[in-house]
């Protein structure tokens, strides 16, 4: 007999690359594909965000990925690793000379004189054959003279970039662009040194359409500069219009403190924060950022998170108080233990998760894609079926070549591929400003078809800190007419004081506030799982769950809340207390948001049902799931989606981890704990439900968007190419409804960030 062990296949490596050389959705198409063919890999690569994102097994080095991506003509390399720890600055001068200079983006800069002089010599191109009463003697000659360098040299990226693809035998937008331009320049070649068109005295009319002329007299010198510039001035808006859409994230990242005054026995010394090591003791002056997660061990202070939570309050601070990396230090002097440093911290955590999820395709972009990928074969063909068709049946030469090459320029696929990327990293920015990661695109499409809203009820509706809520006096047999509330409050309240457990210390509290100073105990003694017993004011006290009192021979009423805080004395059952979370003040402002949103809120706690009910009541919700065990969170979940409901979650704890993951939306209150934030959907980083409906509505925004986009994008080729196959179209038009239908694209995706 013999025994098999199956090995489990090991995790895959996760790499990210940056990729160079992309000028299209087409371009990021086939670096994928061919990603994507390697053994065991799953790769995605996001055009606006020029970044592919790889799991591979670790068989597959970093360096096959980086060769398969050059081998399609690209480049590639892995982002720079964080900055290793510095050494100690000796002076404040050291740390400051060590400090780094303001980035800059020379492709940006080389972009935009690529088109200013291609602008300034295609101008007077473009006017000469728009408008015949400036054509003198030999104007053609001037034109080609401005034309040329704009074609060369101007259109150089487009031709060296339609080579490349051509030698890995592919084509993209760079190949319809080189293709047309070049054939409208060798037109004009052809007509200026061959043809009529040289002659001095030739005059050219200029019509939107295809219309017909003698072919060795007509020259397209307008169309060969002006599309250039005008697809150069898309790329330069388009590329603009992107450093804006990342400028959410790119301002998180810089959010830190760039140095910290750390004590070093006892003396501040001002060092780069990269130095900071876990442990350390560092100064926050008033005005200062805090330089990484830390723990306050001296001072007390208001402390600003508005930048990294969106909370327009400042939030007090004090001695054994948590802070967060990033936040502004408003009024008094702290000194802070750091707990986490580097990538470690919550601001280099969120700044990841934004990454992420802006790396990340929805659903709908794949289909963007896989259309890109085929996209320019089709054109090429549909503009040679153009031509040929239009040979036949005119046997015009002129027009037929003008309608071919308005195919080839209008057919971009440009805003297909910004559609997606940009909305997404607008939307998920925006969201990060106000305290809100959205962790992919698929949560974006999760948003748009949840109708009912399940809430844990301690950390998300309640504080989770507990308050007297009510007393009740027993009458009859069970009381006397001594007993009111004051003295059942002032006797149960005295032996509570002694007690650390929270429901105790919630009782004292509101027996001194509604009593004033309450008697010291004779005796006291905890009943493990019970409650407390002693001796006050010359009365033997019972506090706590009925079974005490049952247990001790006494008498508990059968109208008793079984949840309540019995409380007796010298044998007698004298009332109860009721104990319950206090509910935040916004909740049932946050309720009535997700109600407009169409929601249904369900309240689901594993307290008891009246406790339940209670808060339901005061946020205003109606259905109630009351004393669930926290493994069975999730079976309520999975109940609510078989009456064929789709559900959003939203809790803090451990206890809800199970079922975030198990909704169809999970929403993680920031302020809890790891294990929820990790099983959710999106996070709300600050403890307000408000957030939650905000979040939301974001994403459905940013969702609308991405569709609006693809609409637009879609409809803009389906109806432009008929159109231009039709010769309705002259090819500089052409060019420039391509050009600015990428900018229509980006600046629809730019309004996301104005939502509020």
Same mark, same amino acid.
């Given at each position: 007999m013999t025994s098999s062990v199956t090995e489990t296949p090991p995790h895959p490596t996760v790499t990210e690359l940056t990729i160079g050389g992309m000028t299209c959705a087409s371009c990021a198409a086939r670096v994928e594909k061919k990603l994507n063919r390697m053994d065991g890999v799953t790769a995605t690569v996001n055009y606006a965000t020029e970044k592919a994102r790889i799991e591979h097994p670790p068989a597959v080095g970093v360096d096959a990925l980086i060769a398969t991506v050059v081998k399609t003509g690209y480049t590639a390399e892995e982002p720079p690793p964080p900055p290793e720890p510095e050494p100690l600055a000796d002076t404040p001068a050291d740390a400051e000379a060590g400090a780094a200079t303001p980035a800059q983006d020379p492709e940006l800069d080389a972009l935009r004189q690529r088109l200013t002089v291609s602008a300034l010599l295609a101008a007077p191109v473009v006017l000469l054959a728009m408008v015949p009463a400036l054509q003198f003697d030999n104007w053609q000659w001037l034109s080609l003279t401005l034309a040329a360098p704009v074609v060369v040299w101007g259109g150089l990226p487009?031709?060296?970039? +339609?080579? #490349?693809? $051509? &030698?890995?035998g592919a084509a993209t937008m760079d190949t319809l662009v080189s293709i047309g331009t070049l054939a409208a320049f060798g037109w004009s070649l052809w007509a200026l040194f061959l043809g009529d068109a040289g002659m001095p005295g030739m005059r050219h009319d200029f019509d939107l359409t295809a219309d017909r002329h003698a072919a060795s007299s007509t020259v397209y010198l307008e169309v060969a500069a002006g599309v250039v510039t005008f697809? $150069? $001035?898309g790329r330069y808006l388009e590329a603009r219009a992107k450093r804006k859409a990342g400028a959410a994230l790119r301002a998180l990242m810089d959010l830190g403190a760039k140095d910290v005054a750390v004590l070093r026995r006892g003396t501040e010394v001002r060092i780069? =924060? #990269?130095s900071l090591r876990a442990g350390d003791r560092f100064v926050v002056r008033p005005?200062?950022?805090? @330089? %990484? *997660? !830390? #723990? =306050? #061990?001296e001072g007390a202070s208001a402390v600003d998170a508005s930048l990294l939570t969106g909370e327009s309050l400042p939030l007090d601070a004090g001695v054994g108080d948590d802070v967060t990396g990033g936040c502004v230090n408003v009024s008094g002097r702290l000194v802070v233990r750091a707990t986490r440093v580097g990538a470690d911290t919550r601001l280099a955590h969120i700044a990841k998760l934004v990454e992420d999820a802006q790396n990340g395709k929805a659903r709908v972009q794949r289909l963007a894609d896989r259309i890109s990928a085929v996209f320019v074969p089709v054109v090429l063909l549909i503009a040679l079926a153009t031509l040929v068709t239009w040979l036949l049946v005119t046997d015009d030469p002129t027009a037929s070549f003008t309608a071919a090459v308005a195919v080839l320029i209008i057919a971009c696929p440009c805003a297909l591929g910004l559609a997606t990327p940009t909305a997404l990293m607008v939307g998920t920015g925006r969201g990060a400003q106000l305290g809100i990661l959205i962790k992919g695109p698929e949560v974006l499409e999760s948003t748009r078809r949840v109708d009912t809203i399940v809430l844990d009820k301690t950390g998300t509706v309640t504080t989770g800190r507990m308050r007297l809520a009510g007393v009740r006096v027993f009458g009859g047999k069970y009381g006397t007419d001594a007993t009111d509330e004051s003295e059942l409050l002032r006797l149960a309240g005295a032996l509570e004081h002694s007690s650390e457990h929270? =429901? +105790? &210390?919630a009782v004292a509290a509101g027996a001194i506030e509604r009593c004033g100073e309450l008697p010291v105990p004779k005796t006291f003694e905890n009943v493990p799982g019970l409650g407390v017993r002693g001796s006050v004011d010359g009365h033997l006290v019972l506090v706590g769950r009925a079974a005490l009192l049952t247990a001790e021979g006494v008498d508990v009423p059968a109208g008793a809340e079984p949840g309540a805080v019995h409380v007796a004395w010298d044998g007698v059952a004298r009332g109860t207390l009721t104990v319950a979370d206090t509910v935040k003040d916004t909740s049932a402002e946050a309720v009535a948001r997700l109600r407009g949103l169409g929601l249904r809120p369900v309240l689901l706690t594993g307290d008891h049902k009246a406790v339940a009910e209670a808060v339901a009541a005061d946020v205003g919700i109606d259905e109630v799931i009351a004393e669930v065990l926290p493994e069975e969170k999730a079976e309520v979940i999975r109940r609510l989606q078989a009456e064929g409901r789709t559900v959003a979650m939203v809790g803090d704890g =451990?206890? *809800? @981890? @199970?079922a975030l993951a198990t909704a169809d939306l999970g929403l993680a209150m920031g302020t809890g704990t790891d294990a929820a934030i990790e099983a959710s959907d999106l996070t709300l980083v600050r403890g307000d439900l408000r957030v939650a409906a905000d979040a939301i509505r974001l994403s459905r925004r940013t969702l +609308? %968007?991405?569709?609006?986009? $693809?609409?637009? +994008?879609? !409809?803009y080729n389906l109806a432009a190419l008929p159109l231009a196959a039709a010769g309705l179209l002259d090819p500089m038009i052409a060019g420039l409804a391509m050009a600015f239908s990428s900018v229509f694209v980006v600046s629809n995706s730019l309004r996301l960030r104005r939502f509020a």
């Open positions: 487009f031709h060296r970039a +339609a080579w #490349t693809n $051509l &030698r890995h697809i $150069l $001035l780069p =924060v #990269t005005g200062e950022k805090i @330089a %990484t *997660d !830390g #723990t =306050v #061990t929270p =429901v +105790a &210390r =451990v206890n *809800d @981890a @199970a +609308a %968007t991405i569709k609006g986009n $693809l609409g637009w +994008a879609f !409809g």
